[in-house]
């Protein structure tokens, strides 16, 4: 295992992370999930993402279950609030009642001291941005939590958090949590310079596009079964759809050439070209059996060259190579 800064921070967490979103606590056997982790732990992933929300609450509890055996210093637990866990009005959002209610909790299912990184699941226009990070300050004060991050921020609002941070002297934040992935680039323009700068890393989830980055899904066929896709919760399947396109499906196969002459699945290229980028500090993963977790580690020994990065780009942006 091969293992990043988080940021600026001195955490080391691992280059593959394994997430809870879409299969822990619920969507995937508890056993299953859980021979998942140690499967990872096993191969050297130290860092472990959830959230509140997932499954509203029983992922964590999945995730803190099957850590509970490790020693807590060996490996970094991450998760998040922001999105409702009920029905009133202060049961969601980033206000300080929320946040340390929220943490609260996820101490409780996770069975831990403290959370290594705990992130804002998305942006709370409704809550001053300083009330926000003084709750989150206070809480690594308090030991709760060691590191704050967020999750699909748009550069601005990274910009300000830092600069409220810096003016108020309290703790910034040293990571951003993104969607990101071949076929979904938007941090690059942005984001990724803010955070150079600022010492913010990149967490980046669906580094395989919700699976079509595996090559598993084929134009005009039937989505195979068991996959996300072909799950009729259209919570999950709607997630997927907006890359079957006959452009993406395009890439898809000019890509998995390319991989086949690196002698590497599509998806093990997928993940090597996310870590071409300094800023990411971790790719997260899902796995649903053991044998993901073994592949997706698989993409470390990727080594992809100038050569083969241009390649990648001229298909990525449809020119010719």
Known sequence: MKYRRLGRSGLK????????????????EDQAATACIDQAYELGINFFDTANVYRRGEAEKVVGKALAKYPRESYVLATKAFWPMGEGPNDRGLSRKHIIEQVNASLKRLNVDYIDLWQCHRYDQETPLDETLRAIDDLITQGKILYAG??????????????????????RIVSNQPQYSMLERYIEPEIIPLSEREGV????????????????????????????????????????????????????????????????????????????????????????RPEQVVENVKALDVVLSAGDLEEIEAILTQQRA
Not at 157 to 166: F, V
């Open 201 to 288: 890393g990149q967490v980046v989830w669906s580094p395989l596009a919700q699976g079509m980055l595996t090559g598993k899904y084929k134009q005009g066929e039937a989505h195979p079964a068991g996959s996300r896709a072909a799950v009729e919760d259209k919570a999950v399947s709607g997630t997927i759809q907006r890359f079957f396109t006959a452009e993406n499906f395009a890439k898809v196969e000019r890509l998995q050439t390319v991989a086949e002459r690196k002698a590497c699945s599509l998806a093990q290229l997928a993940i090597a070209w996310i870590l071409r980028q300094p800023n990411v500090s971790a790719a997260i993963v899902g796995a649903s």
């Open 150 to 171: 967020v999750s699909e921020w748009k550069a601005s609002q990274i910009a300000d958090a830092l600069h409220t941070a810096d003016k108020l002297l309290l703790d």
């Open 13 to 28: 967490v691992s280059e593959i992370a394994l997430g809870s979103w879409l299969t822990y606590g619920g969507y995937t």
